[in-house]
């Protein structure tokens, strides 16, 4: 299957700041990546699709310049989360596939604890 | 939007017992999926079956499109099963592949 890398997998911060995650497809060109948010013992939410090229697709309620949503490349997509406050504080992941097949790989999680 | 429903939303086993989680959702569907997020969050692919039977070692899925629910089967359930498993679903029609997914069945397998 298709492998996703997604960097950082922990990330502590102080209110105020930003942060930024780096979701990256390692041996499939990703035209489309997904970025989802979960909070404990919840279901995963997506927040965004990134299109690489092109500006993002939020989801209702999502605020965009919030979470900054950047796709330079085929293998990058990035989320910013912009001055980050304890409410931020989640679980995100991508992910992505191939169109060879409809099957969606994420990558590993990223846990935003703000402060 | 499409809903999906996963039942039971908790499972308790004993090591060794066999079990099968639900998925139900409301529309037609281009894709379904079950993964494993295990304690760190990682979500392991377990199936991509939008439709038939799948069997992959101890682990079995079978989604009926036209009755849209899917099943998960698993036999001789072990501790490093434990987690939560999730049903997700992509709506058809639409050309989104972004997935939908239910609120999961937490499992605990105890020794």
């Known amino acids: 299957g298709a492998v996703v890398s997604q960097h950082p997998s922990w990330v502590i911060c102080k209110s105020g700041t930003s942060v930024k995650i780096e979701c990256r497809s390692l041996?499939?060109?990703?035209?489309?990546m997904f970025w989802y948010r979960q909070f404990p013992k919840q279901s995963l939410m997506l927040m965004a699709t990134?299109?690489?090229?092109?500006?993002?697709?939020?989801e209702q309620g999502v605020e965009k310049d919030k979470f900054l949503i950047n796709h330079a490349s085929l293998t990058l997509s990035t989320l910013t989360v912009t001055s980050a406050h304890p409410e931020d504080s989640s679980f995100y992941i991508c992910?992505?596939?191939?169109?060879?097949?409809?099957?969606?790989?994420f990558g590993e999680g990223s846990r935003l604890t703000v402060l | 939007g499409i809903q999906v429903e996963q039942s039971p939303p908790d499972l308790i086993l004993q090591e060794g017992a066999n079990s099968t989680l639900r998925c139900n959702f409301s529309?037609?569907?281009?894709?379904l999926q079950w993964f494993h997020q295990n304690p760190w969050g990682q979500l392991i692919n377990l199936f991509y079956?939008?439709?038939g039977t799948k069997q992959n070692g101890r682990l079995s899925a079978t989604t009926v499109a036209t009755e849209r629910y899917s099943l998960l089967y698993i036999s001789s359930s072990q501790t490093t099963d434990s987690g939560v498993y999730f049903c997700?679903?992509?709506?058809?029609?639409?050309?989104?592949?972004?997935?939908?997914f239910g609120s999961g069945t937490r499992l605990q397998v105890q020794p």
């Open positions: 990134s299109n690489e090229g092109s500006k993002a697709t939020y």
């Open positions: 529309d037609s569907v281009n894709n």
């Open positions: 041996d499939f060109q990703a035209t489309t």
């Open positions: 997700a679903v992509e709506l058809g029609g639409t050309g989104r592949r972004a997935l939908t």
């Open positions: 079956i939008p439709s």
């Open positions: 992910g992505g596939g191939g169109y060879n097949t409809g099957e969606l790989f």
